[in-house]
């Protein structure tokens, strides 16, 4: 539940389109690198995605659809985002 929380307040839901033909989806945290034991620790429990470091920010995406479709959305399902980030989610 942490986790949706965790969502609600720093994560990040991106859709965008290629040449009008490719879709490309990806979910992701942004946090300062001195927080990156958080966003590894996230990676750890939930098994996908990855880590990247590039200067002082640290990012957490997982940009497989498959992936976001068998990991996360169960878990958004069974326990709601509640903020804005809700009506991004179901789009």
Do not use: M
């Amino acid at each position: 539940q942490w986790f949706v929380g965790f969502t609600d307040s720093e994560g990040t839901f991106i859709i965008q389109t290629k040449n009008n033909s490719e879709v490309n989806f990806c979910f992701k945290f942004t946090l300062h690198v001195d927080d990156s034991a958080v966003l590894f620790l996230i990676k750890d429990i939930l098994g996908i995605g990855v880590v990247t470091i590039k200067g002082n920010t640290c990012t957490f995406a997982v940009h497989s659809f498959q992936l976001i479709v068998e990991v996360l959305l169960p878990i958004f399902d069974k326990y709601p985002l509640i903020t804005h980030k809700q009506l991004d989610y179901r789009e």
